[in-house]
């Protein structure tokens, strides 16, 4: 049986990986795909440890973590259209000015 | 234990291709595969609610969504001069510092990890039924859970007005 210490590996791998997306990529629909990633290796460590410790809160604490993402993921899609919409590019680094 | 080996292996594999690729589309799908993994994971720590959500509303819901959008911006290319011939450590300035970064993160976890002395295997425990989480859900949690369905109409909300056609030309 892997120990609670495998499962938090596992955990801070994908969480690592999901950083470097978010740093290394240049298109923000990546960006938003590693932050999910992030989202995910917490959501595991959630369960790993209410998995240690017999309760029930650790995969609440999931449901509502995936609510806000569900949401987050919405919202920052609408911004990724409409700024789309404006540059014709999904590089971050166009979008410098504040207002247009 | 075979297992855990077979879906972390899948999990960090598909993660590692989603930044890996250059067309967002197999990144999306490569990330629905990472998602099954993880949903595998979640039923070896006996949390069967968990893994059917996991599947249910990330890889089902979410990722469609991305898989909408990304088909509906058309823009397979990522758009930059510095193509994915050139490797990370060698872009400039800010893109090799969050290189660095994130590489220092992982050395720092996984020491921080193996510091610690190993713990032992789970305790076998009651299995955490669906009834359960429900039951806690409407009565523990009830107004975080109540929170959290004021929380989709302001995101249903705001997706909407952010991406809607400026068609009167008014002021955005």
């Known amino acids: ?100 | 234990m075979t297992l855990f080996y077979l879906f972390g292996a899948v999990a960090v594999i598909a993660s590692l291709l989603v930044i890996a690729q250059r067309n967002p589309i197999y990144s999306v799908l490569l990330l629905i595969a990472s998602f099954g993994a993880l949903s595998g994971l979640y039923v070896l720590l006996d949390a069967p609610f968990v893994a059917v959500i996991q599947i249910i509303v990330y890889a089902g819901a979410i990722m469609v969504l991305f898989l909408f959008v990304v088909m509906l911006l058309n823009a397979p290319q990522e758009d930059t001069e510095l193509d994915m011939r050139v490797h990370p450590m060698l872009r400039p300035g800010a893109m090799r510092f969050g290189t660095v970064l994130a590489v220092g993160l992982v050395a720092e976890l996984i020491w921080a990890l193996t510091a610690t002395t190993g713990s032992a295997s789970f305790q076998p425990g009651p299995l955490i039924s669906v009834a359960t989480i429900g039951r806690r859900l409407f009565t523990d949690y009830a107004f975080p859970f109540e929170v959290t369905s004021v929380l989709i109409l302001v995101a249903m909300v705001g997706a909407v007005v952010m991406a809607r056609h400026d068609a009167a030309g008014g002021k955005r």
């Open chain 1, 1 to 100: 049986m892997p120990s609670l210490n495998d499962y938090l590996l596992l955990s801070a791998i994908l969480f690592s990986i999901g950083t470097a997306g978010v740093f290394v990529r240049s298109n923000l629909i990546t960006i938003l795909l590693s932050i999910e990633i992030m989202l995910n290796a917490v959501n595991l460590s959630f369960v790993a440890f209410g998995r240690a410790l017999g309760s029930a809160d650790g995969q609440i604490i999931v449901f509502f973590v995936m609510t806000v993402a569900a949401a987050e993921a919405a919202v920052g899609l609408a911004i990724v259209i409409a700024l789309f919409r404006h540059r014709e590019s999904l590089n971050p680094d166009t979008f410098t000015a504040l207002k247009w």
